[in-house]
């Protein structure tokens, strides 16, 4: 059974940093690419940052560019998101999802082309 789990969300004051992981485990798990969603309350889930591992190619939302940076390690399974200059608009849940195989179903922007996901981890950012 894959599992996503995500850590190093909390509590913090804008202009703060945060380094959220994502650690996948199964005997089967293997990755095309991983990315990161949020979803603040009463708003719907979007698309943050996502890599491709063959050529490391990277996508941000145009919101985060510039403050966060995604960064992983295919053959160990792990994903991580820095995300400098926090935002009171970046609270959210924050997850971490993957793409099992070539091809991208419907984009690397969007959740329908994921397979795995985590349950989550808080994103709170006070001003």
């Known amino acids: 059974q894959v599992q996503l789990v995500e850590s190093g969300g909390g509590l913090v004051q804008a202009g703060d940093s945060l380094r959220l992981s994502c650690a996948a485990s199964?005997?089967?798990?293997?990755?095309?690419?991983m990315g990161w969603f949020r979803q603040a309350p009463g708003k719907e889930r979007e698309f943050v940052s996502a890599?491709?591992?063959?050529?490391?190619?990277?996508y941000y939302r145009d919101s985060v560019k510039g403050r966060y940076t995604i960064s992983g390690d295919n053959a160990k399974n792990t994903l991580y998101l820095q995300m400098n200059s926090l935002e009171p608009e970046d609270t959210a849940v924050y997850y971490c999802a993957a793409v099992r195989e070539f091809p991208i179903r419907f984009g690397i922007r969007t959740a329908m082309s994921y397979d795995y996901w985590g349950q989550g981890t808080q994103v709170t950012v006070s001003s």
């Open positions: 890599i491709i591992w063959n050529g490391d190619y990277t």
């Open positions: 199964g005997r089967t798990f293997s990755s095309y690419a």
